[in-house]
Structure formats: structure tokens, C-alpha cells
């Protein structure tokens, strides 16, 4: 996973998943998803090559799909190891999202409070915060118009919450577009060091490929 700062956001985070445009084939390569021929040079997504979503998150993935009726293919993976982490109010409103966006997520471990206010419009302030506690286990789908007119966010905790724990937060969205791949992959892998979780010291440690 990597360490993230951007929009004034502070947790961990990875991404799996391929745009509309591509398929993975069954060795793992990435092939036009209407041709399924090896995708040309210059579309290629040379910068962050693609990865498949794990056979793990895939079931859940469609499971998700079975119960909602929507379609996905990425699957985001954040996780806030303490009550500090936290990300600021946003839309996910990417235009290689396509209107009116669907996107599950999921909420394990730790419980957190979801937020969401609508935008400010042109007349003046948004409406009242409205607030979910989530459990771990709880899902929020949000479609519709939702990423259109609403913000959304995870803040701090503080007081007797603040010893809760970790959470890991699975999101699955579709992106229709090239844009969406290179972008998701852009902020969520990166090129910068990679870190995994260490069972024995309960936390994210600095990741070193064997030589």
C-alpha cells in the first residue's frame, strides 16, 4: 500500500482494476475489451501497468454487483490505521466516472463516523451535515446525484473513540475511460516505496523486494 497526503487526506491506500475500455486477459495482460487483440502503443498503460483485482475482493465485487444491481471495475483499498486518520470533505465526481456514478463502500473494523453536506450553492451555504456511524461491515452506496450535489468525508476521532483501532475501507466504482485507470493508479500506487502490513507488530512497515 502507500502512504498518502493529497486533499488533506491521511491513510493508506491501493487500487486494483481496469477501465471499461480494457480487459485483462487470462494471463494477466491487458487487452482491448471489444477486439480482446494486445492494446495498441498509445494506449497503453505503460506508467502504472493495471493489476487485477484478488480473487478475494473479486467475489465481494460480485456479490456487490448481485445486491445493488450496479456494475464495477475498481476496487479501491483504504486503510485508516488510527483514529487520526482521516480524509477531508470531496466528491467523487471524475468525469471518467460517467454520470450519476455508483460507488459501494465498504467499512471493516474500527467504527467511523461517514459525513455528508450538500455543495454550496450559487444562493449561499449547503444544508445540515448529516451523520453515519459506521460499523464494521456496514456498506454506503452512493448513486444517483449523489456525487453531484453532495460532499462527502471520514474525519478524526477524538475522546473515548480515539482507542478503536484501525479501519480498512473497500470501495468499488467504474471507470468508463483510460483517464480513470491512469488517474486511479497515478494516486494509489505511484512510484514512490511500498509498504505492507507486519502481523507481528499490528502495523504498516516499509516493504523490500527479495533479491
Not at 481496469?18 to 494506449?43: H, I, N, Q, W, Y
Not at 470533505?89 to 467511523?112: K, M, N
Not at 453536506?117 to 451523520?131: F, I, M
Amino acid at each position: 500500500m502507500k502512504r498518502t497526503t493529497r486533499m488533506r487526506v491521511k491513510l493508506w491506500t491501493t487500487v486494483f482494476g481496469l477501465d471499461e475500455t480494457s480487459v485483462f486477459d487470462e494471463d494477466g495482460s491487458v487487452v482491448d475489451a471489444m477486439t480482446r487483440k494486445r492494446v495498441p502503443a498509445d494506449r497503453r498503460y505503460s506508467r502504472y501497468p493495471p493489476r487485477p483485482i484478488p480473487k478475494c475482493l473479486d467475489d465481494l465485487r460480485r456479490s456487490t454487483e448481485a445486491a445493488t444491481g450496479c456494475r464495477f471495475n475498481f476496487c479501491l483499498v483504504n486503510y485508516y490505521a488510527s483514529a487520526a486518520d482521516s480524509i477531508s470533505y470531496h466528491s467523487d465526481d471524475e468525469r471518467f466516472l460517467g454520470r450519476d456514478p455508483a460507488i459501494a463502500s465498504f467499512s471493516l473494523g474500527a467504527r467511523r463516523d461517514f459525513l455528508l453536506k450538500h455543495k454550496p450553492g450559487p444562493a449561499g451555504p449547503g444544508t445540515r451535515t448529516l451523520k453515519y456511524p459506521l460499523a464494521s461491515g456496514d456498506m454506503i452506496l452512493m448513486r444517483g446525484g449523489t456525487q453531484s450535489n453532495w460532499l462527502h468525508s471520514i474525519p478524526k476521532r477524538s475522546g473515548k473513540n480515539q482507542e478503536d483501532g484501525g479501519r480498512i475501507n473497500i470501495t468499488f466504482r467504474r471507470a468508463m475511460t483510460r483517464e480513470g485507470t491512469e488517474n486511479y493508479y497515478n494516486y494509489n500506487v505511484g512510484t514512490g516505496p511500498v509498504y505492507r502490513w507486519d502481523s507481528s507488530g499490528h502495523s504498516m512497515e516499509l516493504w523490500k523486494p527479495p533479491k
